[in-house]
């Protein structure tokens, strides 16, 4: 295959991961953590097992501060996947970035050597 066929086979390949991954992503990262709960006599205060994991996210927001929040159960596995494709989307970005700057630079050779 040619070198530009390769590239263009490439770059619609990575449209279509970035089309599907776009619907799902979820920016941040994830953390478990365990808690007291504030039920009187309750085995968490009292040296026994704590309450959880309970999921939660945390990112920094536009104004630069760290916020962040609990995820419920039901909201787990699509919070989870959604991570994940936050950064298989930062993997193909940077990846069609790269075709993009070959692609610039290719079309400048060309030019020149015209
Ligand atoms: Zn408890």
Known sequence: MLRADHARTQRRN???????LVEVAVFGTLSETYRTCGRPGCHCQQGGPKHGPHLNVSYRGENG???????????????????????????????????????NLRSAREAKSR
């Open 65 to 103: 501060k760290t916020t962040g929040y609990y995820v419920p159960k039901g909201a787990e596995e699509a919070t989870r996947d959604g991570v994940a494709a936050w950064q298989r989307l930062q993997r193909c970005m940077r990846e069609l970035a790269e075709l993009n700057k070959e692609r």
């Open 14 to 20: 990575l449209r279509q991961e970035i089309a599907r």
